[in-house]
Every structure is written in structure tokens, then in C-alpha cells.
């Protein structure tokens, strides 16, 4: 199978799961746009263009609620802000792509999407980092380190690491699929929904499933307490902005621990394969 290939539908795959929450989210979204008033072609292209689902609950609440443009569109900027956060993380597994790559990724920067993708770019650096552990503690020469991670990345991934770009992009289309299609049957079929299924119980049940997948570091640990120990001491400010407070409270938590206990080491399997690094932009394309 083409490499290429290979690593999208392995994005597809691994993001699979977690659309069975992420549907009843989109659906909640159609039903909620036609109760403000908005019209079904409206609410879909707002689907396909925002990709962005707490932003757009949050649009069409505040739509019901008569609220104005400006804290509209305040309130949807604050809540997003937290992408700014996943665009850091994943700036160093990017930033040798070409631009349009990173203009689609960034269009496909989601919760979920984020949250599967860099477990597979942690996964990929803990590899290298220890198989460069491996071949220093074997007293190896730096030509021979080399040649081992190089080898390493290509034998415990489907597809070199220059590569993984299209596994994200798998994860993106994935649940932007899912977006698209769930918010059309709730535009369609919303208001046939019995209340008593209660739908709307899968959307918290999807973020504890993300929560859960990155919380294997006392940083992630910490940045997780103080979150909702911040959504609840900022629960009281109007227009969802203790949200906005809690993940910048949890955000300063996670970087004070990191500090602390050395952060992740990252870093080590950025310097672990000078070799794979060379040439990473043409191969990229």
C-alpha cells in the first residue's frame, strides 16, 4: 500500500472511535441553529466552515438568548483560544511542512483530532528517544546511532515520520466528516428525537475519553486539577468565559509542573534523529 495511504486511513482508524461522541455533538448543534432561527443552509455552512463545535453551541445559545454580533463573536473567539494552545504543541511536528499543509492542518485542528495525532507524534519521540539511549549506553559511534534511529523510526512506524502529516490529516477528515453529516441529520431529524434519550450526555463523555489518553504525565495530571478547579470557581462569568479562565489556569499549572519535573522529552527525540530531520521538507511533498 502506498505510504501515504498507509498512514491516512491509520488516522481514520484511530479517530474512528471517538465519533460516537463527537455525532450527537453535531447533532445538538443543527437542532439548537434551527431553534435560534437560523436557516438550515446557514447552520450547515457555519458546520463546514467554523469546525469548531463548543464555539458553535455556543453561537447559536447566545443567538437564542438575543445576544448581539460583537459578544457573539467575542465569546466564539475566547473559547477558541485554546487552539492556540494545540497549534504550539504541534508546531515542531509541522513547521517543515509546506504551507498549504499547514493552512489544512491548522482548518483541521480540533479537540479530538488534536488529542489523537499527538499521542502518535509522543509515541513516535519516546521511540526515538529510546532507541538513542539505547545506542549510547552501547558505546556506538555517531554514524552508527544514526543509521540504528533512522532504522528504528522506519521499522516500529507504518511509514517514515516524515510522513505522519497525512496520519493527521486522516484523524481531520475523520471527524470532519462526522461534523458534517451529524449536523445535517439534526437539522433533519432533530425534532423527532424523543427527549428522553438525552443526547446530549454523550458530549461530556467524549472530552473525559480525551481527558483520560493525556493524562500519563504528572504535567497533564496538573494541568487537568486546576482546569476544573477553574471551571468551577469561574463558573459564574457570563458568556462561557470561565472556560476560557480554567484552561489558562490549567495551562499555567501544566507548564509550572513541566518546569518542575523537566517536561517530556521531547526535545531528546528531536536531537535523537538528526538524520530523519535532513531532507524532511522535500520528502514532505
Not at 458546520?47 to 437564542?64: E, N, P, T
Not at 463573536?73 to 509546506?98: C, D, F, I, K, M
Not at 472556560?243 to 507548564?255: E, I, K, Q, T
Request: aromatic letters at 8%; proline letters at 4%.
Amino acid at each position: 500500500m502506498n505510504p501515504k495511504l498507509a498512514e491516512f486511513l491509520a488516522g481514520c482508524r484511530d479517530e474512528a472511535p471517538l465519533q460516537l461522541g463527537v455525532a450527537p455533538f453535531a447533532m445538538l448543534y443543527g437542532i439548537g441553529a434551527l431553534a435560534a432561527g437560523m436557516p438550515a443552509w446557514l447552520a450547515q455552512l457555519a458546520s463546514a466552515v467554523v469546525f469548531a463545535g463548543a464555539a458553535q453551541l455556543v453561537i447559536v445559545q447566545m443567538l437564542a438568548a438575543g445576544a448581539g454580533a460583537v459578544p457573539v463573536g467575542l465569546s466564539a473567539g475566547l473559547l477558541n483560544l485554546r487552539h492556540l494552545l494545540y497549534s504550539a504543541s504541534v508546531a515542531e511536528y509541522v513547521r517543515h511542512l509546506p504551507r498549504r499543509w499547514r493552512l489544512l492542518l491548522a482548518y483541521l485542528l480540533t479537540d479530538e483530532a488534536y488529542a489523537v495525532a499527538i499521542l502518535r507524534y509522543r509515541a513516535d519521540d519516546e521511540r526515538a528517544a529510546q532507541a538513542a539511549s539505547e545506542g549510547t549506553q552501547g558505546g556506538a559511534t555517531d554514524e552508527a546511532r544514526a543509521a540504528g534511529e533512522d532504522r528504528d523510526m522506519s521499522e516500529t512506524n507504518d511509514s517514515p515520520a516524515d510522513l505522519r502529516h497525512w496520519y493527521f490529516l486522516g484523524c481531520g477528515c475523520t471527524l470532519w466528516l462526522t461534523w458534517q453529516l451529524a449536523t445535517a441529520a439534526g437539522l433533519l431529524f432533530g425534532a423527532t428525537i424523543p427527549p428522553e434519550w438525552e443526547i446530549d450526555f454523550a458530549v461530556p463523555l467524549t472530552f473525559i475519553a480525551l481527558l483520560t489518553l493525556l493524562l500519563r504525565e504528572r504535567a497533564g495530571q496538573a494541568a487537568a486539577l486546576f482546569a476544573a478547579l477553574g471551571a468551577l470557581a469561574f463558573a459564574a462569568l457570563p458568556y462561557k468565559l470561565g472556560l476560557v479562565a480554567a484552561v489558562l489556569l490549567g495551562l499555567l499549572a501544566g507548564r509550572l509542573v513541566a518546569a518542575r519535573t523537566g517536561g517530556r522529552a521531547t526535545g531528546a527525540a528531536a536531537d535523537a534523529n538528526p538524520a530523519n530531520a535532513a531532507g524532511q521538507e522535500e520528502r514532505a511533498r
